[in-house]
């Protein structure tokens, strides 16, 4: 392809914060479709044993044959995990509860860190010329978590514009300094977003003032604002950028996807 930002392999980015309901799984749902929209092709691994990325795609329970944790623990292969979803150029890996097993058993495998990395590596994959592979994380810094910083070329992180938010931050940094050390050297941080921000609420900017300062570039320029249609359509089962094009959601989501790709250098620490 002769796109410049077209990736020559699928970027792989780990969607994490180990607090749960700050943006994970919406980002990872709506910036995956902002990317498609975009003529990217773009994999959703839903590694969340609430599967709500699944849900939220439309993929039900009774489609999820082949799951996260066959992939992780049974080896099945990707293409045979890998649904379409509704939206043209989004694909996904589906998740049932019972990926919630998943993080003892995979304890006893040696290879307990690496097995999602060599799970996206088999060769079958490149017949979807991915451009994009997102995977969003379950609330917890758990084996799941490592599994996708060690899969993953960096990591993408919703923070919510709320106090406290920056206290979980430094657990987060630790353990994606623990990665590079032992398993995945070249692991970056592909930003970290600001989500469910409230321009009325004066500690949603605070909360800005105090992410720019101490993280600088890290911090995305791009903010997601709390708005009701990006909770309304999940049970549409569809990207809020269908749901309602022109949404404050939407238009965030697609700013966000414009500014990772034409960023030039992605930021690092
Ligand atoms: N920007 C936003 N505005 C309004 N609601 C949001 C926004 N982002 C997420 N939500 C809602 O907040 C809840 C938690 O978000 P979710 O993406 O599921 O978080 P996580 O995956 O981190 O647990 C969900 O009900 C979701 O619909
Ligand atoms: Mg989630």
Do not use: H
């Not at 950028?241 to 690092?268: I, N, W």
């Amino acid at each position: 392809m002769s796109d410049p930002t077209r990736p020559a392999q699928p970027r792989i980015i780990a969607v994490a914060n180990q607090k749960g309901g700050v943006g994970k799984t919406t980002t990872a749902i709506n910036l995956g479709a902002a990317l498609a929209e975009e003529g990217f092709n773009v994999l959703l691994v839903d590694l969340d044993p609430q599967g709500n990325a699944s849900t939220g795609l439309g993929v039900g329970v009774e489609e999820r044959q082949y799951t996260t944790y066959d992939l992780l623990l049974e080896e099945v292969e990707l293409k045979d995990v890998i649904r379409p979803t509704k939206t043209e150029g989004l694909w996904i890996a589906p998740a049932t509860t019972d990926l919630s097993s998943a993080d003892i058993e995979m304890m006893a495998n040696e290879k307990r860190s690496f097995l999602l990395r060599d799970a996206l590596r088999q060769r079958a994959i490149d017949s979807w010329e991915f451009d994009f592979i997102l995977i969003d994380c379950p609330p917890s810094l758990s084996l799941l978590t490592v599994n996708a910083m060690v899969a993953a070329d960096s990591v993408l992180v919703p923070l919510q514009s709320e106090f406290f938010a920056l206290e979980g931050l430094s657990q987060l940094m630790l353990t994606v300094r623990q990665v590079r050390q032992t398993a995945n050297p070249n692991l970056r941080i592909e930003g970290i977003v600001l989500t469910m921000f409230d321009i009325r609420n004066r500690l949603s900017q605070q909360v800005e003032r105090d992410a720019r300062e101490t993280l600088g570039e890290l911090v995305f320029r791009t903010i997601v604002p709390r708005n009701v249609r990006l909770s309304e359509a999940p049970s549409f089962a569809v990207p809020v950028l269908e749901y309602d094009s022109m949404s404050r959601g939407s238009l965030a989501y697609r700013a966000l996807a414009q500014e990772m790709v034409y960023r030039k250098e992605p930021a690092t620490t």
